[in-house]
C-alpha cells in the first residue's frame, strides 16, 4: 500500500502499532536496565560506619519481602520494642545515632529499610509496576509483619520522619493494640478524614482539615511497666493528648 492509497484508517492502523511498538521496546530496555543486585554480594552496610551494638540483618517473609533492618539492645529477651520508620530520601541507616540511646533505655530498637528502599528487596521495581502495594495500609501491613517476625505482638513505640510520619500515624491509628504510642516528626497528621453525618436532614457536611502545625515535637518516650495508649506532646508553646 502507498502513501497515496492509505485510507484514513489505515494509517492510523499503522500509526497506532509503531507507537505502541516504541513503547514497547522502551519498557523493554528498562526492565533491562533495572540493577538487581543481590544484598548478599555488597559490602558490609554502613561501610563500617554503623555504631558498634547496632547489627545488621535480613529479616525473610515480611508481607511478600525480606526486610533489611538494622537493631539495637536485641542481646536481651523480652524487651519492649521501638520501631523506627525512615523518610525519603533516607533509610535505616538514618536512626543510627539515636539507637544506642534507646537501647540504653532498655527497649528493643528496629529500624528497617522501608519498602522501596535500600537493601528490602522482594518488592516491584519494574517500569510500569503496580503501585498499589505502596499504598499506606499496606505498609502498615509491612510494619506489622515485620515485628511479629521479630516476636513482638506489640510495640512501646512507633516513630515516624518525613515519608515515615504517615505510615506510624495511621499504624497507630488502626491497629493501637499493636502500636501503643507514636511520635512523628516532620509531618504533621491530620488525622481520618471526617465522613459526613446526617446530610440527608440538612445537616452540613465536614469541613476538610486545615494543617496549622509545621513543627511537632513529642516526648522521648520513658521505659513504663504499662505502656500507655497516648503519647504526650508539645506543640508550640502548648501541651496537648494525642489520641
Known amino acids: ?19 505502541m511498538g516504541g513503547m514497547t521496546l522502551a519498557r523493554g530496555l528498562a526492565r533491562a536496565g533495572q540493577v538487581r543486585t543481590n544484598p548478599a554480594s555488597l559490602p558490609p552496610y554502613g561501610n563500617s560506619t554503623i555504631p558498634a551494638g547496632i547489627r545488621s540483618r535480613a529479616v525473610a517473609n515480611v508481607n511478600g519481602m ?17 520501631l523506627l520508620l525512615h523518610g525519603f530520601p533516607e533509610l535505616a541507616y538514618s536512626w543510627r545515632k539515636v539507637m544506642l540511646p534507646l537501647a540504653s533505655a532498655g527497649y528493643h530498637v528496629i529500624a528497617p529499610d522501608q519498602r522501596g528502599y535500600g537493601r528490602t528487596t522482594g518488592w516491584d ?26 516476636g513482638h505482638r506489640s510495640v512501646a513505640m512507633v516513630v515516624g520522619h518525613d515519608a515515615g510520619a504517615p505510615v506510624a500515624s495511621w499504624a497507630a491509628l488502626i491497629r493501637p493494640d499493636i502500636f501503643r504510642s507514636v511520635t512523628i516528626m516532620s509531618s504533621p497528621f491530620e488525622g481520618p478524614p471526617a465522613v459526613p453525618f446526617d446530610t ?21 518516650c520513658t521505659r513504663s511497666s504499662a505502656p500507655t495508649t497516648t503519647t504526650k506532646a508539645s506543640i508550640g508553646k502548648g501541651t496537648s493528648r494525642i489520641p
Open 125 to 150: 521495581d519494574s517500569y510500569d509496576a503496580d503501585p498499589d502495594p505502596f499504598r499506606i495500609l499496606n505498609m502498615v501491613r509491612d510494619a506489622i509483619g515485620l515485628v511479629y517476625a521479630l
Open 200 to 220: 440527608a436532614n440538612g445537616a452540613a457536611a465536614p469541613r476538610p482539615a486545615a494543617t496549622t502545625i509545621c513543627c511537632m515535637r513529642l516526648k522521648a
Open 66 to 82: 525480606t526486610v533489611h533492618m538494622l537493631e539495637a539492645g536485641y542481646e536481651t529477651s523480652g524487651r519492649p520494642a521501638v
Open 1 to 19: 500500500m502507498t502513501a497515496a492509497n492509505l485510507s484514513r484508517r489505515g494509517f492510523l492502523v499503522t500509526a497506532s502499532a509503531a507507537v
